[in-house]
């Protein structure tokens, strides 16, 4: 589905990042990998490698304008063009009222998760213009929610998805398409953890905690990151050439939008 691609994932870690990898090169793409962890970049270029897929392993802090710039040089460098940029990197705020949250540490998530996106996606522009290639943002179900712990991830997701719905109007002239993926709880190591701290603290087991979260959903579980891994990939394929502009939520019908 995406043979003759070349993808740049930035976030690349375990979970989705390592699906969205990994589910990249089966449907064909090669890929180039960005992350801060360059051992694990490596471990996962190697595997690319592996299903017959050139892998560029690319060590960039997101945050960092001068290693943004050299992640556009090196992607083209290496592998000469790029079809989709996947802004997957993400940082959690402290998980207080919104009202109890240092600026700081809200100026710090948006840092990664608003205009880290940002940047990449003007910077990545003109590769992507040529190729008529697209931009997909991994934002979260929890732009639908009101839970308080919740409130300074949604404001930056929340950022994250009208900055998209900008971006799409602004470049789709130029050919580029951008859209959003949106995951409620996805069933990998970081929730599996999460889900582990909340069983300690209400005195439950980490299946009661698991059945509570899957209960609102219309399939009775919640996604795994391959799974959601794979609903990213549509859109960067050629299967999702006139969809632009839109929010494409992966919850096991948790939410009806």
């Known amino acids: 589905m995406l043979a003759g691609k070349v993808i740049v994932v930035s976030g ?9 990898t990994i589910e990249a090169a089966r449907m064909g793409a090669d890929l180039v990998l960005a992350g801060r962890t360059e ?6 270029a190697d595997e690319v490698r592996a299903l017959g897929r050139t892998a560029v392993a690319a060590k960039t802090d997101i945050t960092d304008e001068a290693q943004r710039a050299a992640l556009v040089d090196t992607a083209l460098a290496e592998l000469g063009r790029v079809d989709c940029l996947i802004n997957n990197a993400f940082a959690i705020p402290p998980m207080h009222p919104i009202t109890q949250i240092e600026v700081e540490a809200l100026r710090n998530a948006n840092e990664t998760n ?35 712990e919740y409130s300074g991830y949604k404001l930056s997701k929340g950022a994250l998805a009208h900055l998209a719905s900008s971006l799409a109007t602004e470049l789709g002239p130029r050919g580029i398409r951008v859209n959003s993926v949106a995951p409620s709880y996805v069933y990998e190591d970081i929730n599996k953890a999460y889900f582990d701290w909340l069983a300690g603290q209400a005195g439950v087991t980490h299946d009661d905690i698991y059945r509570q979260k899957a209960e609102p959903t219309d399939l009775g579980r919640l996604a795994g990151p391959d799974e959601v891994a794979r609903a990213a990939l549509f859109l960067a394929s050629d299967l999702a050439t006139a969809v632009t502009g839109q ?6 019908g948790e939410f009806h939008r």
């Open 247 to 252: 929010m494409l939520t992966v919850d096991c």
């Open 39 to 44: 051992k694990r970049l490596h471990e996962y």
């Open 12 to 20: 690349v870690g375990p979970g989705l990042g390592h699906s969205l």
């Open 114 to 148: 608003v205009f880290a996106p940002l940047r990449l996606s003007a910077l990545f522009a003109d590769a992507l213009e040529r190729s008529h290639g697209s931009i997909i943002m991994l934002n979260s179900c929890v732009s639908y929610s009101s839970q308080p």
